[in-house]
């Protein structure tokens, strides 16, 4: 099933390593201590350099469902917005209202940036263990929501199952109602 939308040509999808992009600004899947950890967290604390962490232990944390902002250091991306993705339990504990909130979270912050391109990682489908294809659609609802704002806007999947689930959702094809 697709969103029920044209997908938006800011809107791209890609498989690829988020830290090597050339974007304004970069999304990290953090966690509320904004201090690091494994995943896409662990990668752009090792390519950023050790600037990032100093900078993000000024920020004192941050709760699930919010962001926060830091330069990028030796990143190509000018920012990282260093945003907080909800534990999935089972659903039924605020986790989509969360994913959805940081999303827009982080979005707010770019435009606050001036930044007019943003690469997002599929937060909170890794250790956190949300499902991939319902994470998507969130991120895809809110990307949609902020196209209007951004020259450009990726969903960097790493994995070859979100980049599969994200093609199917943006190919207007496969809108079950496409008259298109
Ligand atoms: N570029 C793009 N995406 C990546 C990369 C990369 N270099 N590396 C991994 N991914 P995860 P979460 C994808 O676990 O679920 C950390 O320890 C990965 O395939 O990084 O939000 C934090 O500190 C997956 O699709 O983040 C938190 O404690 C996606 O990034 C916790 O994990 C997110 O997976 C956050 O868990």
Redesign the pocket.
């Known amino acids: 099933m697709g969103l029920g939308v044209e997908a938006p040509a800011v809107i791209k999808v890609i498989q690829y ?3 090597d992009l050339d974007v304004d600004a970069v999304v990290n ?3 509320t201590t904004l201090l ?8 752009i604390h090792h390519a950023a350099g050790p600037e990032l962490l100093a900078a993000c232990r000024k920020l004192g944390g941050c709760p699930t469902g919010e962001a926060r902002i830091t330069p990028g250091f030796r990143l190509k991306a000018k920012w990282v917005i260093h945003a907080v ?1 909800p534990v999935w339990r089972d659903g039924a504990h605020g986790e989509p209202q969360m994913l959805e909130s940081c999303y827009r979270s982080a979005f707010v912050l770019a435009k606050e940036a001036k930044a007019r391109s943003i690469a997002f ?8 263990g949300y499902p991939k294809e319902e994470a998507a659609r969130i991120a895809l609802k809110v990307m949609h929501a902020f196209a209007g704002d951004f020259r450009s806007i990726v969903a ?1 999947c ?2 070859a199952e ?1 980049a599969a689930i994200y093609h199917k959702l943006l190919d207007p094809s496969q809108r079950p109602d496409d008259d298109a």
């Open positions: 390593d988020i830290t899947a953090a966690n690091g950890g494994g995943g896409v967290d662990g990668a993705g990682p599929n937060i909170s489908t890794g250790a956190y960097c790493f994995d979100n």
